[in-house]
Every structure is written in structure tokens, then in C-alpha cells.
């Protein structure tokens, strides 16, 4: 415990780093009501505008779709995206705004494949989450699947998911998925085990999109502190990152 200690207080804060240089924000639940994430209006305002002041210029919100919880659909989504859009041009608030969805691997969405067409973000990118127990037995066919209807899979925040490891993040890989880490893994902000992980990847050139997947005001005011970390400049200085061409 002293030894973990002893590290941290070893770390040194860089100079900070903007989120300008990335311009778009890819992983965010800002419609009001929906999910987890913000839970009305002027919430919403107030996350988008500081993500706006800590340099994005674009924001891409991903609300849940989940089967057991969250049954939002792509007509949910958008009328809910328009009415943000509507707000934010009522407040003088310029900040381009586009939705796209996080969608639970389960055996529901499995399901919808080649029948629903699904939201998606840039160049047909489509997020997806898994269970933070164990990943489904077919994973690998579902993502071939999703392939074979033209998606480019992005996988949220694969640092968190305990059960992979780097061999797995390999074979993803390797398998065309996309890797999105969250900001607040660089501090710590889920466990330690999670932040050596996210280093790992970073170290490793494996990731293609950094997101905040702000849900609340505690998180968006955690996002500078990531500025300051050494993570954050060694990701932004590998070129690998995709936000900017968004």
C-alpha cells in the first residue's frame, strides 16, 4: 500500500493539454431523460458547455440502447437530439451537435442485425458497449455480422472490461474493431488496475478514439485534470486518434 502510494505522489502533471486538438467528442449521454446521463434540459446545456470550454468544437451523444433498461430508438434519439439543437441555438450557443447510440451487445441486438438500421457516427462508425461480466460467446460473429453491413466497429471504454486482456485487445484489433478509452480512466477515476490498463493500450498504439462518456457534472469536472496527465499527451502525440476527422 505505502509502495502505491509512493507512486502516485511520483507522478508529475504536464503542462495542460486542450481537448481542442481532437475537436470532436465521440461518447456522451446528453438527451435528457433517456438514460442514465442527464436527466433534463438545462443539465444538458450546462455538461455541452463545459465540454465546449475545455476545447471541443463537436460533440457526438451516444445515449444507451439496452433491451432490459434503456429501449430508446433511433426516433427517440433524434427527436430528442433536435430538441437539444433547438435549445442550444435558443441560448446563442455555437457548438455543432450529432447523435449516434452505445449499443449493448446482447442477444436482442444480435437480432436486429441486417434488419434495423442502426445509428451510427463519421464513416459509419458504430459504438458498442458489452457486459462488464464476461463478453458473449460469439462475439467475434457478431462483429463479423455488423462488418458485413458495412459497420466499422468501435468498442467503448475496453479498458474497463476486466475480463480482457492485451491478447484479446490484439485479436479485436486484428479483427478491424476500433478501441474508444474513457478520460477519466488516465486519472484513476474507476480503479488503479483500470488507469495501468488504459496506459498499456496507449503505450501499445491501440487506441483510435478517446471519448468522455460524460454522464454528470462530477464527471465534467474531472476533465481537466485528464489534461494534465502524461497518458493524455502520449495519446494525443501517438497520431493514431480519429476524433479530428469527425
Given at each position: ?131 462488464f461480466m464476461e463478453a458473449p460467446m460469439n462475439l467475434f460473429d457478431i462483429i463479423f455480422k455488423l462488418q458485413l453491413e458495412g459497420y466499422k466497429v468501435v ?81 494525443n502525440n501517438s497520431r493514431r486518434l480519429l476524433n479530428s476527422t469527425l
Open positions: 500500500m505505502l509502495e502505491w502510494f509512493s507512486k502516485k505522489n511520483e507522478e508529475k502533471d504536464l503542462e495542460p493539454l486542450d481537448f481542442s486538438v481532437l475537436k470532436t467528442d465521440i461518447h456522451s449521454h446528453f438527451i435528457p431523460g433517456i438514460d442514465d446521463g442527464s436527466p433534463d434540459m438545462e443539465t444538458t446545456i450546462n455538461l455541452i458547455k463545459e465540454l465546449q470550454q475545455l476545447g471541443f468544437s463537436k460533440v457526438i451523444t451516444t445515449p444507451h440502447v439496452m433491451s432490459d433498461f434503456y429501449q430508446n430508438t433511433s426516433e427517440i434519439i433524434l427527436n430528442g437530439l433536435a430538441d437539444v439543437r433547438a435549445e442550444l441555438k435558443n441560448q446563442n450557443i455555437n457548438i455543432e451537435i450529432e447523435a449516434a447510440a452505445e449499443y449493448y451487445i446482447d442477444y436482442d441486438f444480435e437480432q436486429k442485425i441486417g434488419k434495423e438500421q442502426f445509428l451510427t457516427f463519421g464513416d459509419n462508425y458504430l459504438l458498442v458497449e458489452l457486459s468498442l467503448a471504454h475496453p479498458e474497463r472490461y476486466a475480463y480482457l486482456i492485451m491478447k484479446d485487445y490484439e485479436d479485436l484489433i486484428c479483427r478491424g474493431v476500433l478501441l474508444q478509452l474513457n478520460f477519466l480512466s488516465l486519472i484513476g477515476y474507476y480503479s488503479e488496475g483500470i488507469k495501468k490498463k488504459t496506459e498499456e493500450l496507449i503505450a501499445n498504439d491501440m487506441v483510435s478514439f478517446v471519448g468522455s462518456d460524460c454522464h454528470n457534472i462530477n464527471h465534467a469536472e474531472l476533465y481537466k485534470e485528464c489534461q494534465t496527465k502524461k497518458a493524455w499527451h502520449d495519446l
